[in-house]
């Protein structure tokens, strides 16, 4: 019975555009863009500060810019 197994659910970063396994990322609290772990966190010492309960915000909107909003679908 193995315990660590990949994710068969699969979705796309709403920055690249580049499939990633849902467990792997998230969606940013402030623009709401579902991101990968690269472009929701940026770094390992920021997803350790999510680990610890910081806020999800995306690297993009830390950085001041405006990102747009995903279109519906």
């Known amino acids: 019975m ?3 197994q990949k994710s ?8 690249c555009n ?3 396994a849902v467990n792997t990322g ?8 579902i991101l990968c772990a690269k ?4 770094s390992i010492g920021r997803k350790l500060l999510i ?7 995306c690297v993009r909107c830390r950085a001041g810019e405006s990102p747009v ?3 519906t679908r």
């Open 39 to 42: 472009h929701l966190h940026g």
């Open 51 to 57: 680990a610890f309960g910081a806020k999800m915000i």
């Open 69 to 71: 909003p995903p279109a």
């Open 26 to 33: 998230g969606v940013c609290v402030q623009c709401r863009r």
């Open 18 to 20: 580049i499939p990633f």
């Open 2 to 4: 193995p315990i660590f």
């Open 8 to 15: 068969i659910f699969r979705t796309e970063c709403d920055e």
